[in-house]
């Protein structure tokens, strides 16, 4: 049966990494949300952010991921926030197996200490300190990825390579 992977989760929790590895895997296609919306709107998020706001960001990441949909057998990484329209997560559910890549505060903020692609081109959306932007912004989609999450797959320890390793080997038992 035709069906798409999509996987949610904050930034930093292995979307894309994790994605282009089990594309490989799956032999699926891989699409990231965030690039799709970049490319449609000849604009970096930072930019588009900055220039248009979050509202109408969102209502980009609804756009795109309307037309991702149509297609199967791939696997779409989303963007962090793209959880929060309910009209998201309707379409998630409609044609896709949702797998939630999560990770503890402590390690995000690690991560985004230290990923330059995130530091260049992914808007903050708060002045506060960075672990108290990533705790709360969290705690308010912790919810939403519980709630459409097929699958739950713990990113903290484990390098993508494995973590896309587990993935396959619970698709393997999964009726999807």
Known sequence: MPC?????????????????????LLNYDFVDTDICIESNCRSSIDVLVADKGWAYFRQ?????LEQVLQGNNQVIATGGGMVLAPENR?????NGFVIWLAADV???VQRLETDPQTQATRPRFTSRSLTDETRDTLAQRIPFYKKLADMTVDTTVHPPQHIAEIIKRRLDHVRI
């Open 90 to 94: 309707a379409l998630m559910k409609t």
């Open 106 to 108: 402590t390690t995000i």
């Open 4 to 24: 798409n992977l999509i996987l949610i989760g904050y930034r930093c929790c292995g979307k894309t990494s994790v994605g282009k590895l089990l594309t490989d």
């Open 60 to 64: 980009k990441e609804t756009q795109v």
